[in-house]
Nanobody
Framework: VQLQASGGGLVQAGGSLRLSCAASGRFFSLTAMGWFRQAPGKEREFVAAITSWSGGSTDYADSVKGRFIISRDIAKNTLYLQMTSLKPEDTAVYYC????????????????WGQGTLVTVSS
């Protein structure tokens, strides 16, 4: 599976952005996918994840619940992260990732990673 993230940019606090992650690979429909982020000087952290089956069950970090929505379009092989009410502390490089079977919050469980897209939220 190859992943290509896009959609990052500069936005003011309170604004919105939608990240996309285009995936290639014949097993896209069988994987779980997630978004992680890494702020300058900090460790990479879990943001959101979605499982392809089980109705596309989702999981979110507490810091983004109610503000971010993860979704996927299996027909387009694309993962999305709709981000609203952005805060300066959301500033980070955002990475999409994929793994077999169920979604997970631990980045060590993900096998495939995109290159990252930078989101900068100004105050």
């Amino acid at each position: 599976v190859q992943l290509q993230a896009s959609g990052g940019g500069l936005v003011q606090a309170g604004g919105s952005l939608r990240l996309s992650c285009a995936a290639s690979g014949r097993f896209f429909s069988l994987t779980a996918m997630g978004w992680f982020r890494q702020a300058p000087g900090k460790e990479r952290e879990f943001v959101a994840a979605i499982t392809s089956w089980s109705g596309g069950s989702t999981d979110y970090a507490d810091s983004v619940k109610g503000r971010f929505i993860i979704s996927r379009d299996i027909a387009k092989n694309t993962l999305y992260l709709q981000m609203t009410s952005l805060k300066p502390e959301d500033t980070a490089v955002y990475y999409c990732a994929a793994k077999r079977l169920t979604a997970a919050t631990n980045d060590n469980e993900y096998n495939y990673w995109g290159q990252g897209t930078l989101v900068t939220v100004s105050s």
